[in-house]
């Protein structure tokens, strides 16, 4: 894909983004550490996780205050100097909606770390995230058509559902994939950096939402710092909620760039989408954990902890390549045909093991929280 002329005016302000956000994640992970060892926000090892002592969570929090005091301090030196344009279509509550939805999708999370809500709790909260983000002007209202050439439009009712739909999945997706250290930090990091180049095409051309995506990437880097195997601390709820949604409304500002999310971020897409018809098939709730996910199965095949993250982080890296390459039409074709692939290859490599994920003792209470 061609660049926007004059590109190169960008880059730095994308690398002052990465960096500074970086920094304070970096710094700030140690803080939220002992805060959350305090307010015992551990998690304790049992039979789902693959943890072998107990582990603070919550240190998505640290990735929030990153990214929201990069986001912030950005928006009021643009104000003052007008560098980077603000893409025309984009409304005047929709920045403040991605900042105060990222706040209160943050607070959602440390409720969930610190008091272990319910699962129907969680997703009212993310319901009610999501029609915060609408409320702000936050909205799909156009996709790429997989059947031919154009967008199918998303009027009223339509795009409302959708718009909701992409960010309580996309939370729930990250939340999922979210079972060993570094693995869905590492993940968002990569869709983080992929929309940042995505946004200097000639196709998107939103230079300062890519500078965004890369206060994101920032932080979330610091962060890994501290996550990566071994973890000294997990990114809990907290980050779960403060990335899923911060990715989907970055992913919808200006030019929607759904169909580059969905392709970047298809092994946790598509690992949900498979996880949850093999519950409901089998008469378990949806939202029931087990150790039916990728990461699992690639663990009981013999491969290493770090070994199974740095896999599945390659796979990420090549559907972020293919995101340059194919237009949005074909970008939506190959994540259907990603899905598919990915569902058979699951199914192949586990099939003498899967009724093991599927066992009563690898079930927690369905209302046990979490």
């Known amino acids: 894909m061609p660049l926007i002329p004059g590109v190169r005016d960008y880059l730095p302000l994308m690398a002052i983004a990465f960096v500074i956000a970086g920094l304070l994640s970096l710094v700030l992970t140690p803080l939220v550490l ?52 603000v893409p025309r279509s984009i409304e ?59 967008s199918i439009g998303l009027d009223g009712v339509f795009g409302i559902a959708f718009t909701v739909l992409w960010i309580v999945g996309m939370i729930n997706s990250i939340n999922f994939i979210d079972g060993l250290d570094g693995l869905s930090s590492g993940i968002t990091l990569i869709a983080a950096v992929t929309l940042g180049l995505i946004s200097l095409t000639v196709a998107v051309a939103q230079p300062f939402i890519g500078i965004l995506c890369f206060g994101l990437a920032g932080a979330l880097l610091g962060f890994l710092r501290w996550n990566f195997h071994p973890a000294a601390i997990f990114i809990g709820t907290s980050g779960v909620m403060f990335v899923g949604y911060t990715l989907a409304v970055l992913s919808i500002l200006g030019t929607a760039k759904v169909a580059v999310a969905l392709l970047v971020l298809g092994v946790p897409i598509i690992d949900t989408f498979w996880i949850i018809v093999r519950r409901v ?24 902890h770090s070994q199974t993250v740095l896999v599945i982080y390659g796979i990420c890296v090549v559907l972020a390549v293919m995101s340059f390459v194919l237009s949005g039409t074909n970008q939506v074709l190959a994540f259907v045909g990603f899905g598919v692939v990915f569902g058979l290859i699951l199914f192949l490599v586990t099939r003498n093991e899967t009724s093991n994920a599927l066992e009563a003792e690898t079930y927690e209470e369905p209302e046990s929280g979490g």
């Open 281 to 304: 098939a089998t008469g378990h709730s949806p939202f029931t954990p087990d150790r039916g996910h990728i990461h699992h199965r690639l663990l009981d095949l013999g491969l290493s």
């Open 34 to 85: 002992r805060i959350a060892i305090r307010l015992d926000n551990i998690d304790h090892p049992e039979h789902r996780r693959v943890n072998k002592a107990p582990i603070p969570r919550g240190g998505g929090v640290a990735v929030a205050i990153a990214f929201v005091l990069v986001a912030v301090g950005g928006f009021v030196l643009n104000d003052l100097t007008g560098d980077v344009p």
């Open 92 to 150: 005047s509550l929709e920045l403040p909606g991605l900042i105060i939805g990222g706040v209160i999708a943050t607070v959602l999370g440390v409720l969930d770390d610190t008091f272990q809500l319910r699962a129907r709790w969680q997703l009212l909260g993310q319901v009610a995230l999501a029609l915060f983000a609408v409320a702000a002007g936050i909205l799909v209202t156009n996709i790429n058509n997989p059947f031919g050439p154009g």
